[in-house]
C-alpha cells in the first residue's frame, strides 16, 4: 500500500503542474496516466502543433510544453505510474482507497482528478464478431512480434503505427495493409517505403476498402473488407490488426459516484472538489459555471485544489500563502539559495 | 437563424434553428442532441462530433482541411460522406442541411 498526501489521475499539463503546487507547499503526491508517457492530450494529440495561448509564452508546441513542465518538476521527487488506469477509488473512514489496473494500491486522504476527457484506449473494429478474437489473433497494439512469422497480417490504419508495423512485419510475414482512403497519413518517408514494397510484391496495400467481417470460428480465417464503391472482397489471414488512433473513454471514473454531466465532473469554484470531499477535479474533465476548456484554466484549479488538499493531509497545521520569490521555506523545496 | 436537421440513430429527426456563426457540432450540443460528443470542444483533436452529411449536400460544403480527414481515420465507420460536424460553420448557405448521427462516437 502506498501512501501519499495526494494522488493525481492524469498526466497532463493541469496534473504535472497541480504536483509542482503540492509540492511547493510541503505535500507530497503520485501521478497515475494509462498513457505509456507524460502529456496526456499535449503528447499524444497534438505534440508538433503550436499552442498560442499559454501566458507569458507566445508560442509553444504540445511537446514542448510538457517538457518544460517536467523540467519546473525537477527540484522535487514524484512518483510517476504510467500505462495504468485507476480502476476503483473507494472510501476508508477518512482516507481513499484507490486501485491500479496493475494491481498496485494507495492510501491518500485526497484524490486529484487530471483526467482529460478520461483515458485513451484504442479505436476497435466496428463488426461485433471481432471481440471475441481480441487478444488470441485479432490486436489493437503489438506485444509480441514473434508471433507473426509465416503468417498472414492484415492491418488496417493508415497512420505511423499501421506503416511502421506493416513494414517491419514485410519482413517474415505476409502483410496485407488496408486503409479506407488513398492518403496515408503517415511520415513520408515510412509511406514511400510502403510504396516500394508494394511494388516488389512484399505488401499488398488495399485502399478505400474497409473491414465488413470476419470469417473463422475459433482462429480469424479470413475477412472481407469492403470498397467504398461497395465492392467486397475476400482475403484470407491469420491475424488482424487496427491502428486507427487512440479514442477517450470516461472509463471507470463514471462509477465514483461523482455527478457527473456530460462526461464532465461537477466541482465547486473554491476548492474544485467533487460532491465527494476528498475528492477534485482539475482541467477538462471539470465543469462549474462559466468553465473554460484551456490550460490555463487547468494550472489556476489545480493550484486551488492543492491548497484544499493541504487541510486534509495536515489537519493540525494552518496553511500560510508564501511567495516563490521571497519565501525562504519555498526557496528551500525548490533547492535554492534564499538571499 | 438557418434550420438544421439531426437524425439521431433511432431514426429521430431534430429540425433544430442554428444561429449563424456556430458550428453543427454546436447547434447539436447546446441543444441538447444526443450522440454528438465533441470531447476536444471544436479543436479537430478528436473525432467524436463525426456525423453524416447527406449526399447531395456534399459538393456544397466547403472542402475539408487535410487535419480533419486524418481525424476521420480515426472516427467510428468512417464513410465517404463523413464530416466533423465542428467544422462545419452554420450559414444562409447550409438552410436545410441534414445531417445523420453515427451509432456511437467512441
Known amino acids: 500500500m502506498n501512501k501519499t498526501d495526494a494522488l493525481i489521475i492524469g498526466a497532463g499539463p493541469t496534473g504535472l503542474f497541480t504536483a509542482h503546487q503540492l509540492k511547493l507547499i510541503g505535500l507530497d503526491c503520485e501521478i497515475v496516466d494509462n498513457l505509456d508517457k507524460i502529456g496526456g492530450q499535449c503528447i499524444e494529440l497534438y505534440p508538433d502543433k503550436p499552442i498560442y495561448d499559454i501566458p507569458a509564452v507566445p508560442e509553444c508546441t504540445g511537446e514542448e510544453l510538457t517538457n518544460n513542465l517536467i523540467n519546473q518538476l525537477k527540484p522535487f521527487d514524484i512518483k510517476f505510474h504510467l500505462s495504468e488506469r485507476v480502476d476503483e477509488v473507494k472510501k476508508d473512514t477518512d482516507k481513499w482507497i484507490v486501485k491500479t489496473s496493475k494491481g498496485k494500491t494507495f492510501s491518500t486522504p485526497n484524490v486529484i482528478i487530471a483526467g482529460g476527457v478520461g483515458s485513451f484506449e484504442p479505436r476497435k473494429f466496428a463488426p461485433k464478431e471481432c471481440e471475441k478474437f481480441e487478444n488470441k489473433s485479432l490486436f489493437y497494439s503489438i506485444k509480441d512480434k514473434k508471433i507473426f512469422e509465416g503468417k498472414a497480417v492484415t492491418i488496417f490504419g493508415g497512420g505511423d503505427s499501421a506503416l511502421d508495423w506493416a513494414v517491419e512485419l514485410s519482413k517474415n510475414s505476409k502483410v496485407n495493409l488496408v486503409h479506407r482512403r488513398d492518403e496515408f497519413r503517415g511520415a513520408q518517408a515510412t509511406v514511400d517505403q510502403v510504396k516500394e514494397l508494394e511494388k516488389s510484391g512484399k505488401i499488398n496495400v488495399f485502399t478505400k476498402f474497409q473491414l465488413s467481417k470476419v470469417n473463422g470460428s475459433n482462429e480469424i480465417e479470413s475477412i472481407d473488407i469492403k470498397h467504398d464503391n461497395n465492392e467486397i472482397k475476400n482475403i484470407e489471414t491469420d491475424y488482424l490488426l487496427g491502428f486507427f488512433g487512440l479514442i477517450m473513454q470516461l472509463g471507470p471514473i463514471a462509477n465514483w459516484g461523482l455527478n457527473i454531466d456530460k462526461k464532465t465532473i461537477q466541482v465547486d469554484t473554491e476548492k474544485f472538489e467533487t460532491n465527494q470531499k476528498g475528492i477534485y477535479a482539475i482541467g477538462d474533465i471539470c465543469t462549474y459555471p462559466g468553465k473554460l476548456k484551456l490550460i490555463l484554466s487547468g494550472f489556476h484549479e489545480g493550484a486551488l485544489a492543492a491548497r484544499a488538499c493541504f487541510k486534509l493531509a495536515r489537519p493540525n497545521e494552518k496553511y500560510r500563502f508564501e511567495f516563490t520569490t521571497t519565501s525562504s521555506n519555498l526557496l528551500k523545496r525548490l533547492g535554492k539559495k534564499s538571499d | ?106
Open chain 2, 1 to 106: 437563424m438557418t434550420k438544421i436537421t439531426y437524425v439521431t440513430h433511432d431514426s429521430k429527426t431534430h429540425e433544430i434553428d442554428v444561429q449563424n456563426g456556430l458550428t453543427v457540432m454546436e447547434g447539436a450540443v447546446q441543444n441538447d442532441i444526443p450522440g454528438i460528443d465533441a470531447d476536444c470542444g471544436g479543436g479537430m483533436a478528436c473525432a467524436t462530433c463525426h456525423v453524416y452529411v447527406k449526399e447531395e449536400w456534399l459538393d456544397k460544403l466547403p472542402k475539408k482541411e487535410d487535419g480533419e480527414e486524418d481525424m476521420l481515420d480515426m472516427a467510428f465507420e468512417p464513410k465517404k460522406n463523413s464530416r466533423l460536424s465542428c467544422q462545419l460553420i452554420v450559414s444562409d448557405d447550409l438552410e436545410g442541411l441534414t445531417v445523420d448521427i453515427p451509432s456511437k462516437q467512441a
